[in-house]
């Protein structure tokens, strides 16, 4: 993994890159270079691991390029259970719900990423309510799709068991 300077990605890749991105919709421009700058920005080559089952969280990611796949250990085995791509954030739900990391996450390809920790997230709340509600109805509708998607799967298997297929 690497660090880089998140407002050399701000100036090469422009505000309204940024602006299109889901987590980030609808932020004011200073909002997003301010956690650009205050969080941690990397890189990570395709492969890599970004965290493992109990590492501790500290904050979230927000795929600012590239995609990671989520995956959980299960009867020996590592099953995928999400891809993540630009825009999207992943560790939310575990910085909300105070647990240490459940599953392992890695870069699909290429990816870029910034990390806004805990504390960043309850200072933007202090300094920039505004965008930090909007933030959270960007965070909260993101997980809404989560939980229908998971609804789906778990209806289509239920017709399977139920029809004998599964």
Same mark, same amino acid.
């Given at each position: 993994?690497?660090?880089?300077?998140?407002?050399?990605?701000? /100036?090469?890749?422009? %505000?309204?890159?940024?602006?299109?991105?889901?987590?980030?919709?609808?932020? /004011?421009?200073?909002?997003?270079?301010?956690?650009?700058?205050?969080?941690?920005?990397?890189?990570?080559?395709?492969?890599?691991?970004?965290?493992?089952?109990?590492?501790?969280?500290?904050?979230?990611?927000?795929?600012?390029?590239?995609? *990671?796949?989520? +995956?959980? &250990? !299960? !009867?020996?085995?590592?099953?995928?259970?999400?891809? +993540?791509?630009?825009?999207?954030?992943?560790?939310? $739900?575990?910085? *909300?719900?105070? &647990?240490?990391?459940?599953?392992?996450? $890695?870069? /699909?390809?290429?990816?870029?990423?910034? !990390?806004?920790?805990?504390?960043?997230? +309850?200072?933007? &709340?202090?300094?920039?309510?505004?965008?930090?509600?909007?933030?959270?109805?960007?965070?909260?509708? %993101?997980?809404?799709?989560?939980?229908?998607?998971?609804?789906? $799967? *778990?209806?289509?298997?239920?017709?399977? *068991?139920?029809?004998?297929?599964?």
């Amino acid at each position: 993994m690497r660090t880089i300077a998140g407002n050399d990605l701000w /100036q090469r890749w422009g %505000e309204d890159y940024f602006r299109a991105l889901s987590t980030f919709g609808a932020l /004011q421009d200073g909002t997003i270079l301010s956690l650009l700058e205050n969080g941690q920005v990397s890189e990570l080559s395709q492969g890599e691991v970004l965290y493992r089952p109990g590492d501790k969280t500290r904050g979230f990611y927000v795929i600012l390029r590239g995609s *990671i796949a989520l +995956y959980m &250990h !299960h !009867h020996d085995r590592d099953a995928l259970t999400r891809l +993540y791509r630009n825009g999207e954030q992943l560790g939310f $739900v575990d910085m *909300i719900g105070l &647990h240490d990391r459940w599953s392992t996450s $890695v870069a /699909q390809q290429p990816t870029t990423l910034v !990390h806004i920790s805990s504390d960043q997230f +309850y200072e933007l &709340h202090l300094q920039a309510s505004d965008d930090f509600g909007l933030l959270m109805i960007n965070l909260s509708r %993101e997980m809404a799709r989560t939980v229908i998607t998971l609804a789906e $799967v *778990i209806v289509d298997q239920s017709v399977l *068991i139920a029809s004998g297929r599964n």
